[in-house]
């Protein structure tokens, strides 16, 4: 199953802003643009094991703003590359592959350059579940 975690509900280190269109939910995270200066997430998972995480996300301006993805407190995956959409109106989704903790988990974008972080959307997350089939 896949569930959308909008950003406005996250734990956003700057503003919940709404002025670039084409956002889902109510707004976006705009993190102030500094290192480390991110996003949490608190997300559920059914089952502990692989998920998938999409992050949408817009960047207009001319740099990446590359982010640690942190899962309950561990980088999962190093400077994950967000890189220039174009416009601040033009929002991209990029997925990794995580392992989750049965119940709930953290996870945090961590920007590793000055610029900070894209603006975020939301996260969602596909736990790698499959319906159980046969004998029970
Ligand atoms: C602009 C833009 C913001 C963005 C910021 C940035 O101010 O309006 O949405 O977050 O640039 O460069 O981070
Ligand atoms: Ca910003």
Same mark, same amino acid.
Do not use: M
């Given at each position: 199953?896949?569930? #959308? ?5 996250? +734990? ?12 889902? !939910?109510? /707004? ?7 290192? !480390? ?15 998938? *995480?999409?992050? #949408? ?20 995956? +190093?400077? /994950? ?5 174009? +416009? ?11 392992? *989750? ?6 996870? #945090? ?7 900070? *972080? +894209?603006?975020?959307?939301? *996260?969602?997350?596909?736990?790698? /579940?499959?319906?159980?089939? /046969? #004998?029970?």
């Amino acid at each position: 199953a896949t569930t #959308r975690y909008e950003a406005e509900q996250a +734990a956003c280190d700057g503003t919940i802003d709404s002025n670039h269109a084409g956002f889902s !939910g109510t /707004g976006f995270c705009n993190a102030a643009n500094a290192v !480390g200066s991110g996003v949490t997430f608190t997300v559920n998972a059914a089952s502990a094991g692989a998920a998938t *995480l999409t992050f #949408r996300h817009a960047n207009g301006g001319t740099a990446g703003r590359p982010a640690d993805i942190v899962v309950n407190g561990s980088t999962t995956q +190093a400077a /994950g590359a967000f890189d220039p959409t174009g +416009a601040w109106t033009t929002w991209v989704s990029k997925s990794v592959t995580a392992n *989750l903790n049965a119940g709930s988990n953290t996870v #945090r974008l961590s920007p590793t350059t000055a610029n900070g *972080l +894209a603006n975020i959307d939301y *996260l969602e997350v596909t736990d790698g /579940g499959s319906p159980q089939t /046969g #004998r029970q």
